[in-house]
């Protein structure tokens, strides 16, 4: 990390700056990447960062709430469409080509090598 920052002090910036590593990394004098990889090499770091992003989340999902029952349409559109999916709460969208008929793709100008891999993504896909 260049400078010497202890996990303490990590630990504690990145409480104060609710888990952003670049508002971290500007205030202990480090680089995003030096707090990234020290994060990736230490898994009591993840933990903890995975926690105060939760707390974030939870605020985050109070809020929500709140404007859920006050009656705000944008929160309770959005609530709906995320959390009430398995109620049919979604939004679809269809794609068709020209006057509603089939979308069509002109791949005459793609080489054999690419062709060979967007067959083998898409048989990966539909498995």
Known sequence: ??????KKQLIA????????ISLAARELGVTRQAIH??????????AELAEIREVD??????????SIRKGDSWAVKFFLQTLGRERGYVTRS??????G?????????????????????VEKGTQ
């Not at 990390?1 to 202890?6: A, F, I």
């Not at 910036?13 to 952003?20: P, Q």
């Not at 989340?57 to 709140?66: G, N």
């Open 1 to 6: 990390m260049g400078r010497r920052v202890t």
């Open 13 to 20: 910036t990145l409480e104060k700056t609710g888990g952003l």
């Open 37 to 46: 990889k020290r994060i990736n090499d230490d898994d009591s770091l993840r």
């Open 57 to 66: 989340l939870d605020i985050a999902e109070a809020k929500l709430k709140q």
């Open 94 to 99: 269809e794609t068709t080509g020209a006057d």
């Open 101 to 121: 008929g089939p979308v069509r793709v002109d791949l005459s100008s793609v080489s054999d090598a690419d062709l060979a891999k967007l067959t083998a993504a």
